[in-house]
């Protein structure tokens, strides 16, 4: 009988809850606006100028430290392509003076601690994670490995066969292959196009690893940033002695890198592969974070092929089922010209027809002004996605040191979401008739020809890539 009572109550206490929920109309629902404040991090220099950023956070006991270095593999000689790849990887991976590899790994792994380090096209990182109660000797290690590696000799050599063989499966993978060579054919003539060969991999040296460090990693060419749970001074305290007492050997010295070169001359690309389906990229040149059309382009990517509701997606996926995935971005430059690119993969009887709807999207966008529907959509959805970078203390205070480390304006955080919602219908029609250029896209389509719907020689002179 009890049983009986309770399951009756159960369905009773259902039956209210489902009635309230038919009478609540979600369309008339309201809700306060979504606020949501950066916590700010406090900025510091240490004793040697370095500056460092300090964000506490009690809620559990890890501390992140971060480095960011100004180096990269924009840096790497032409015939040493991948020096600053293995340098970063390196870095960490090759001990330092005190500690062979071995005993490196297996004392951060004794503490739960770890140390990371990786160079980028435009900026390298050191990264350490440690236990509060093991911050000391983690940061130790730490300051080890960014200023005093090792740089072991068999640790080197396994590394360089790791991206020999990286290099013999580079082809593995179509879509790989289109990315890579679109990015070749973008940035022809500029470091950024540059490619590791094994080659190139073979000529790097030991002491190339060295030198490399020697000239980019130095207190007067980093930042450092600091999350978690620490004592302020303290970990200044610790900074100084393993950051802050390190002195630069003379003054700071980087290479010059060119700018990009205005490359709008249109190609058509063509890697021939046996694929049932085509994988299809083009682009072109875009902008930098300077550009004052900046916040429009972010709305217009959301728009044109940037989100699941994108004119892309929605017309050659939802309405037409030509592809499985389909969209476009702009790829700001931070320190150089960043790039539009558009990418898809379809069945290989589709691929012109494909290419000319994604062309035709583009183009469209060009010449009317986009719905207010769309706007208000895109806006509101950039602006509620904001808080998603400032996940974690770490990230948070990584975000307001790359503010300085790119030369970023100081508010540009804190004034991103106004000027998002600011953006207007003919804000985007300018912006997208000022930085979408049909006319000058490169095409890359890696493929099956003989399956194709019609000849790529219908839209232009076809170049076919030789994939070694």
């Known amino acids: 009988m ?25 369309r008339s629902m309201s809700f306060p606006p979504l606020t949501f404040a950066i916590p700010k ?22 501390v992140t430290v971060t480095a960011l270095i ?10 040493k392509s991948g020096l600053a790849q293995l340098a970063g990887s390196q870095l960490r991976g090759g001990g330092t003076t005190a500690l062979q590899p071995r005993q490196l790994d297996e004392e951060l792994e004794f503490m739960a601690s770890s140390v990371e380090s990786a160079f980028a096209s435009d900026s390298g990182t050191v990264t350490m994670t440690s236990l509060t109660k093991n911050l000391p000797r983690t940061l130790t290690l730490f300051g080890d490995v960014l200023f005093r590696p090792r740089f ?10 790791q991206a020999l063989e990286t290099i013999r499966r580079q082809n593995d993978d179509p879509k790989e292959v289109a990315n890579r060579e679109l990015t070749r054919s973008l940035y022809t003539g500029h470091p950024l196009g540059q490619i590791p060969t094994a080659g190139t991999l073979q000529a790097i040296t030991r002491a190339d690893l060295q030198t490399f460090h020697r000239r980019f990693v130095r207190p007067d060419n980093l930042i450092i940033t600091v999350s978690g749970d620490f004592d302020r001074s303290q970990i200044i305290e610790q900074l100084n002695r393993t950051v802050g007492s390190v002195r630069a050997s003379g003054p ?7 700018a990009v070169p205005n490359n709008d001359r249109p190609a058509v690309l063509y890697a021939a592969k046996q694929l049932n389906q085509s994988v299809i990229r083009l682009g072109h040149l ?16 959301f728009i044109l092929g940037g989100s699941f509701t994108s004119r892309l997606m929605m017309e050659i996926r939802t309405n037409r089922g030509l592809a499985y995935n389909v969209g476009s971005r702009f790829d700001v430059g931070r320190r150089f010209t960043g790039s539009f690119i558009a990418e898809t993969e379809t069945r290989a009887d589709a691929t012109l027809k494909v290419i000319d709807l994604m062309t035709g999207i583009i183009s469209g966008i060009r010449t009317e002004l986009v719905s207010e529907q769309e706007l208000k959509l895109a806006k509101e959805s950039i602006i509620n996605s904001f808080l998603f970078g400032f996940t974690s203390p770490a ?19 804190d004034r991103y979401r106004e000027r998002i919602a600011a953006v207007t219908r003919e804000d985007l029609l300018k912006a997208a008739r ?4 049909p006319e000058t896209f490169k095409l890359v389509v890696v493929g099956d020809a003989t399956s194709f719907d019609r000849p790529l020689s219908s839209i232009g002179p076809v170049q076919e890539l030789a994939l070694q």
């Open 2 to 26: 009890r049983i009986w009572i309770a399951a009756l109550c159960l369905m009773l206490c259902w039956l209210g809850t489902a009635a309230g929920a038919e009478r609540a109309n979600p």
């Open 41 to 62: 991090a406090e900025r510091v220099l240490l004793n040697n100028g370095t500056p460092a950023y300090l964000l506490q956070d009690r809620e559990l006991p890890i």
């Open 70 to 79: 100004r180096t990269g593999s924009v840096y790497d000689p032409a015939a």
């Open 152 to 161: 072991d000799t068999q640790r080197f050599e396994i590394a360089r066969r």
């Open 252 to 258: 700071l010295s980087l290479p010059t890198i060119p």
């Open 286 to 301: 875009g902008i930098t974070k300077d550009d004052p059309d900046l916040y429009a382009v972010r709305v217009l990517d």
């Open 395 to 413: 990230s948070i205070v990584l975000q307001q040191a790359r503010l300085e480390f790119y030369g970023y304006q100081p508010d540009y955080l």
């Open 434 to 437: 000022a930085h979408l250029r």
